[in-house]
């Protein structure tokens, strides 16, 4: 089952604009991640978020968390050519050990 | 790709054929997963161990068999039974968040 659901599909931005990337959930949740991959690669963590926290940042990354809402806003600042990738969203629902993925949103940087 | 080794990356499957894919991880995480990803899609989980000798269905896992002898190893195969194997296969061990090997990709002939 997929519990995450990105919003858009597939976005399009010039370089040094920033991109915002939405999922949102059904169920109660322990955690939510956020994870990139690369064309026909492997996925790689790129940031977590606990239920009891509303704003977490990395870098260029900052990810809200609205569980009231049940949804989750990914935001790369200053966009890069290098950031064209998949970004999906994941769950771990309480009291459970997986993982639930969303579609993901294809974000394509144009130099 | 974080200490975990997938292999082979491409595999090619004949009808009636059962086939293996290997994933190995040094990273002495206790937990292991494998993930189908078909295009345009997200993972779909298959099975998944959370210790050695033990492991659970996924959401998907008709058609698929695992075992975990070892805490490194965690191979999946790809029985006949399955009838839509082409996809990307993908393989985790996780402590809070997961590490994923660089997938095999599976084809039929």
């Known amino acids: 089952s997929q519990q995450g659901e990105e919003d858009p599909q597939a976005l399009s931005i010039q370089e040094g604009e920033n991109a915002t990337m939405n999922c949102s959930y059904k169920t109660s949740i322990n955690n939510l991640q956020w994870y990139r991959q690369n064309s026909g690669r492997g996925l790689v963590h790129l940031i977590l978020i606990r239920s009891n926290e509303r704003e977490k940042h990395s870098g260029r990354l900052r990810v809200t968390l609205d569980t009231s809402k049940k949804s989750s806003s990914l935001l790369i600042t200053a966009s890069r050519a290098a950031d064209t990738a998949s970004y999906f969203c994941?769950?771990?629902?309480?009291?459970?050990?997986?993982?639930?993925f969303g579609k993901g949103t294809k974000l394509s940087v144009i130099p | 790709d974080g200490g975990i080794t997938q292999s082979p990356k491409y595999l090619f499957r004949k009808e009636g054929q059962n086939v293996t894919l290997s994933c190995e991880q040094n990273l002495n995480h206790d937990a292991m997963y494998w993930y189908r990803q078909d295009p345009g899609q997200g993972l779909r989980l298959i099975y998944y161990?959370?210790?050695?000798?033990?492991?659970q269905k996924g959401d998907i896992a008709e058609g698929y068999s695992v075992s975990r002898e070892k805490k490194e190893s965690f191979p999946l195969t790809v029985t006949s039974a399955q009838k839509n194997p082409t996809a990307f296969y993908l393989c985790a061990s996780a402590d809070e968040k997961l590490f994923f090997g660089s997938g095999t990709q599976l084809s039929v002939l």
């Open positions: 161990s959370q210790i050695v000798n033990d492991f």
């Open positions: 994941a769950t771990v629902g309480a009291g459970s050990y997986q993982l639930t």
